[in-house]
């Protein structure tokens, strides 16, 4: 799964390095950012496809939309059972449900090693089963939910998909390697924010407040920064989203 954010663009990345094919899919589902997201992904292609280091084909991206994804009753249901014990992000019942309706296997999610808050996803992997490593193939560490070990659940609902070897580090270890090989570019072409506020990261939604607890603040004005803190300091949402607003207009 791609989205042109940081964590699944350093997966592309790794795996553009191999003499294989790959086939991103992208999850269509309503986010304000979803314009911004396919612009990232385009120029972030572009790149790769014309990097020296690339050998993979890289496959054009696959859309998937809420009409691409059938009713499974029993998908939805164990979904529904692990979400109620923390919360999960829907995304995981409609990949699941698509994966299963059209046989689609191994895809890749690219979670990351959290840094300071905690990780709705790691919490229910935890609760419901164990993660098993492995090397594939082309020699690289891919995590996956360990079938013999783990709820029915968490099986049928996270067991067809490959875990990222970016399960086992941070945004900043991720970051670091990029600059490191030479993809400060791509690096900077990544998106991330949910919210924007005409065109610019609002700093206040969940991507941006795991960016910015993860380390990554070069990516926010300070203005954008003190809203984050506002906000974690119990200001009103929408009294932090006007003020995010008139500071973008009034370029701070």
């Not at 998937?64 to 109620?84: F, H, M, N, Q, T």
């Not at 993860?214 to 906000?231: D, I």
């Amino acid at each position: 799964m791609w989205t042109g954010g940081l964590d699944s663009t350093y997966t592309m990345i790794v795996y553009s390095h191999y003499d294989i094919e790959i086939q991103p899919y992208y999850l269509r589902h309503g986010r304000k950012s979803e314009k911004y997201e396919f612009k990232a992904m385009e120029e972030i292609r572009e790149e790769l496809l014309n990097n020296e280091k690339t050998k993979a084909k890289i496959l054009p991206l696959i859309v998937i939309g809420e009409e691409d994804i059938p009713s499974d009753s029993e998908v939805e249901a164990a979904y529904s059972r692990l979400k109620a014990q923390g919360g999960l992000g829907s995304q995981y019942d409609w990949i699941a449900r698509y994966a299963r309706h059209h046989d689609v296997e191994g895809l890749f999610y690219s979670p990351v090693k959290p840094t300071s808050s905690a990780s709705k996803f790691r919490g229910c992997i935890e609760a419901n089963g164990v993660i098993k490593e492995y090397v594939n193939s082309v020699g690289r560490k891919v995590f996956t939910v360990d079938m013999e070990n783990s709820s029915p659940d968490l099986k049928l609902v996270f067991g067809g998909f490959n875990l990222s070897e970016t399960f086992d580090i941070t945004k900043l270890e991720e970051e670091k390697r990029m600059r490191e090989e030479g993809y400060t570019r791509i690096l900077e072409k990544t998106w991330f924010c949910h919210t924007p506020v005409l065109g610019k990261a609002c700093g206040c939604c969940h991507p941006c407040e795991t960016t910015i607890e993860a380390g990554q603040t070069w990516r926010f004005t300070e203005s954008r920064l003190k809203r984050y803190r506002e906000l974690k300091a119990g200001a009103s949402p929408g009294k932090v989203r006007l003020e995010t607003y008139l500071d973008v207009l009034l370029g701070r």
